[in-house]
């Protein structure tokens, strides 16, 4: 696994300033050059605060498709498949929402 490259100080204060200036994950990735991993786990690791859950970045989809979020090239997006017979998410997401709601979040 390649290392990932220490931040300098300009760095860090550059993702502040983008963070703090509601950037998205992918806008400030293209413009520092980083993984969206690397840029979210300095953010975390730097004290800034958390965005809120992807769910809310969801905007209302169209009738009869997944609304379920997915992560994209580090945004958040809703899936789009075409609802299961009876549900509100696609067969996929269906029961991914089913494992997550009655298992046990693992640490
Ligand atoms: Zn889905």
């Known amino acids: 696994m390649k290392r990932e490259t220490p931040w300098t ?11 703090g ?3 998205s994950v ?11 991993g690397s ?3 300095k953010a975390a690791r730097i004290g800034l605060e958390a965005r809120p859950s992807p769910i809310a970045f969801v905007p209302r989809m169209r009738a009869g498709a997944c609304p379920f979020p997915t992560i ?6 809703a899936c789009g498949k075409p609802l299961a017979w ?3 998410y696609c067969p996929e997401h269906h029961v991914a929402a089913y494992c997550r709601s009655e298992s046990r979040a693992e640490t």
């Not at 100080?9 to 963070?19: F, K, N, Q, S």
């Not at 992918?26 to 969206?36: L, N, P, Y």
């Not at 994209?72 to 997006?77: M, S």
């Open 39 to 41: 840029i979210t786990g």
């Open 9 to 19: 100080a300009e760095e860090v204060a550059e993702l502040t300033r983008r963070w």
């Open 26 to 36: 992918r806008t400030i990735r293209k413009a520092m050059g980083r993984s969206a």
């Open 21 to 23: 200036a509601g950037q």
């Open 72 to 77: 994209r090239d580090g945004t958040p997006v």
């Open 86 to 88: 009876a549900g509100d």
